[in-house]
């Protein structure tokens, strides 16, 4: 590691030392109960003496972020053997009496406890030195360093992990963001060669062409058609992720919103002639809504009918207006949705279990339910065994 980068981590460990109000009590607490001059946080490594908290009243002159050579000092040994070391008369201490460290700061007492992460990596320590002896070398007072210790030690582990859960929840929003933006930017650049392959598939069928060649431009066709729903829902989710959600237009250019829901029904029966689709639009009163999206959503619903309903049956759609009520049904027989299938069934990417030509993004249904709530309604689901409705209904 760089010099720069150990400077930076130090200046990480001040800064969330500096952040528990505990420790300038603590500190003042050491001080008077010991009678001792200077106390501190250390950060302490193998290479390096960091001063993280100070209180100084003797003038020994290290301020926070101030830094003793480590091998001068008797924190080495703390971190070496994992253990305290206490002095309470230097020149009386059959072990310390000659040693470096209290001669080359003139100490005579001294006491240092490891400081100890809850996961049992070494911080630093909890030390206090002065130039006259103290009564620190005893079991009353060791423990009340090792308690102020553990509670400091607490503390800054809880600031860590705060700041580890922090950096990565940054990182897993940047990430949703370029993940988003991706699909909007795909969903953009994919509608024009999409759009050119339909103009293509069009101008096929003004040809004569033989029954193969027609098959294959109704496939190209079909195909477009179900590429557009998905670009439309891949383009409404990343909008809708990134904050700007479903915007409704209430302003329908003089169209009628029956005729848009039977070309929703044209459309589906084009792409799917061996579906039947048997529709009762009573829309006797004006619709307050986003005509557009309401296609969106139907086309959607329908869709997903017929992709899971039976085949030997036929869908049926219902739709009716009242003064204050708009509602949209659309029922088809098939196998029950599962109660474990139906929590997840407006939930992006959410398909479930599905069979070969089901496959899809699994955005049609989460749409349609932001489209409804957009609108300040709801989308309710019944389903047994005979059959299944998708329910759409808003108060206007």
């Known amino acids: 590691m760089s010099d720069l980068n150990k400077a930076q981590d130090f200046q990480t460990d001040i800064n969330q030392i500096s952040q528990i109000p505990a420790v300038t009590k603590i500190l003042e607490v050491i001080c008077n109960v010991t009678g001792m001059g200077f106390a501190a946080v250390a950060r302490v490594t193998k290479d390096r003496w960091i001063a993280c908290a100070v209180n100084d009243k003797i003038n020994f002159g290290l301020g926070v972020g101030g830094e003793l050579k480590v091998e001068t000092t008797l924190c080495q040994q703390v971190m070496e053997k994992q253990k305290e070391v206490a002095i309470d008369h230097v020149a009386e201490d059959p072990i310390y009496s000659d040693h470096h460290t209290p001669k080359i700061y003139g100490l005579q007492s001294y006491i240092a406890i490891p400081l100890f992460l809850t996961n049992g990596d070494f911080f630093g320590t909890l030390c206090a030195i002065d130039p006259n002896p103290a009564l620190v070398n005893n079991e ?54 999409v759009g050119a392959i339909s103009s293509a598939a069009q101008l096929m069928f003004r040809n004569s062409l033989d029954e193969r060649n027609l098959k294959l431009a109704k496939i190209i066709s079909d195909s477009t058609l179900r590429v557009r729903g998905l670009i439309d829902n891949m383009l409404d989710f990343a909008s809708g992720r990134l904050g700007g959600g479903i915007v409704l ?86 196998n029950k949705i ?59």
Do not use: W
């Not at 582990?157 to 909007?184: P, V, W, Y």
């Open 140 to 193: 009353k007072m060791i423990d009340m360093f090792k308690l102020f210790a553990e509670l400091i030690a607490f503390h800054l582990e809880s600031l860590q992990n705060l700041s580890d859960t922090q950096a990565k929840l940054e990182e897993e929003q940047s990430n949703a963001e370029i993940r988003e933006q991706f699909i909007a930017i795909l969903g953009h650049d994919l509608r024009n060669p």
């Open 249 to 334: 237009n209430y302003h329908n250019d003089h169209m009628v919103l029956r005729d848009v829901l039977h070309q929703i029904i044209t459309e589906l029966e084009t792409v799917y002639p061996d579906r039947e689709i048997i529709a009762d639009l009573n829309l006797n009163h004006p619709v307050n809504g986003d005509y557009k999206r309401i296609a969106q959503l139907f086309s959607n619903l329908l869709g997903n009918a017929i992709t899971h309903g039976s085949k030997e049956s036929p869908i049926i759609v219902t739709a009716k207006s009242e003064s204050d009520l708009f509602e949209l049904c659309v029922i088809n027989k098939g």
């Open 338 to 396: 599962s109660s474990e299938a139906e929590k997840h069934l407006f939930q992006p990417f959410s398909r479930g279990k599905v069979h070969h030509g089901q496959e899809g993004l699994g955005l049609g249904l989460y749409i349609a339910s932001e489209i409804a709530n957009a609108h300040k309604g709801e989308i309710l689901v019944k389903s047994s065994d005979e059959e299944t409705c998708f329910t759409f209904r808003f108060n206007q």
